[in-house]
């Protein structure tokens, strides 16, 4: 029996991420920063606290390389910032062309000669597994592949696995309607792969596939292990899990882990009692920012409603009304601002007035905002580096990297690419 620290996790990361555009533009999918750090960490996090540590990126692209590689390297920082002991190490896939996310699985588990069981997570979800319970589960089925399965309401938007008594996985049914789904279990695309899979890319039709052009797990390898008569296995758990795969999906996402994540692992101090309201921190300057947070606070002049959470280094004016918001590292918020239900990312400037309702803006952005000509963002998306003009009216637009917005612009339902 394997345990758990023997397993090794390949993160999958091939894709240009088009569904999150405009924030993916400049940015790996798996770096979007969400509750103040980049997405995949949290995968990380929550794996290595349960004693996995061996992890591979199967990287494709310059964009996915560079902001994962910078950030994570070997895996030292990551060990240090969490504590974890001994520490874990990071991988990269070799610079190789790829033809899908089980073909970049194929490429590590021979470049790396990986004879352990194979976890299989992607880059974009956020979930709570028991890594142990599933391996385990894995073992005792004696299954080829686990795939861990996720009730769900949206069924026509991904894979909906046809299950026996003995949750033996017989058919999958790609984005049916609801009224024809065979059940409401979802592909979750987390999966723990048997050691003897590498044998698996090794057959024929396999490798057809792959020269094809297209070697996808949902699409083309579960299909055809299914029709083979492999022995694949759904695993039901009862963690929280989200595809945080386009805006209105980050959104949802970041709403309930801030309302439901603990002070711990939002990695905050409180400063009003009896209220969820964390400010991040720990060096000298952070903490007397935290202090000066703190006593505004309590002398009203900042109100926090819901959950919210302030980064490192963060400015605060007087007025501020905050409800269901995060606030990344190094932002500066104006006087009489009003952040509600949004996520605003690190070193962002949001001026005088400003209200933001419902929207992901993102880093090193300026909002300028004047008492005279207020500015006003709802349901949008600002992506990285975009400077908006006093006065302008945004809704429901979404704005790509770079732009400059003139002042008193009125948007709605538009693209600005």
């Not at 065979?182 to 024929?204: A, V």
């Not at 500066?332 to 605003?344: D, E, H, W």
């Amino acid at each position: 029996m394997a345990n758990v620290s023997d397993i090794k996790v390949i993160i999958p990361l091939g894709g240009e991420a088009v569904r999150m555009r405009p924030i993916s533009v400049v940015t790996s999918k798996a770096m979007i920063r969400i509750l103040n750090r980049p997405l995949i960490e949290f995968t990380i996090a929550h794996l290595a606290k349960q004693g996995i540590k061996e992890f591979i990126f199967g990287i494709k692209g310059y964009v996915n390389f560079i902001g994962v590689h910078d950030y994570f390297q070997q895996g030292y920082g990551i060990s240090s910032k969490y504590k974890i002991e001994p520490r874990i190490h990071i991988k990269y896939q070799p610079r190789v062309e790829t033809v899908g996310n089980a073909d970049s699985v194929r490429i590590n588990i021979e470049y790396y000669d990986i004879k352990d069981p194979i976890m299989v997570v992607q880059g974009d979800n956020i979930f709570q597994l028991d890594a142990n319970d599933m391996l385990s589960y894995h073992e005792r089925k004696e299954s080829l592949m686990t795939i861990a399965l996720k009730p769900h309401n949206e069924v026509e938007d991904f894979g909906v696995a046809k299950i026996d008594n003995e949750m033996r996985i017989l058919n999958f049914i790609e984005k049916p309607r609801r009224e024809s789904a065979p059940s409401n279990l979802i592909n979750t695309g987390l999966y723990m792969l048997s050691p003897l899979f590498r044998e698996i890319f090794e057959e024929n039709e396999v490798y057809d596939m792959r020269k094809k052009g297209s070697l996808d797990f949902g699409k083309d390898l579960i299909p055809y292990l299914i029709r083979k008569g492999y022995k694949i296995y759904g695993y039901q758990y009862k963690g929280y899990w989200f595809d945080v795969g386009t805006p209105r999906r980050y959104l949802e996402a970041f709403l309930y882990l801030l309302k439901n994540l603990s002070k711990d692992e939002l990695q905050g101090e409180e400063v009003a009692d009896g209220k969820r309201f964390f400010v991040q921190g720990e060096s000298p300057d952070s903490v007397a920012r935290r202090v000066e947070i703190r006593r505004k606070v309590r002398e009203g002049k900042v109100i926090g409603e819901g959950s919210i959470l302030v980064g490192r280094h963060c400015q605060l004016g007087n007025n501020v009304y905050l409800e269901d918001t995060a606030i990344d590292n190094f932002s500066v918020i104006g006087n009489n601002v009003k952040l509600m239900r949004s996520s605003i990312m690190d070193r962002t400037i949001i001026g005088e007035n400003c209200i933001i309702e419902n929207s992901i803006i993102g880093r090193h952005t300026e909002i300028r905002s004047t008492q005279a000509s207020p500015t006003t963002i709802k349901d949008s998306i600002i992506a990285d580096n975009v400077v908006i003009g006093e006065g302008c009216n945004i809704i429901s637009t979404s704005i790509y990297p770079h732009k400059t917005i003139m002042p008193k612009s009125k948007f709605e339902n538009e693209i600005i690419s």
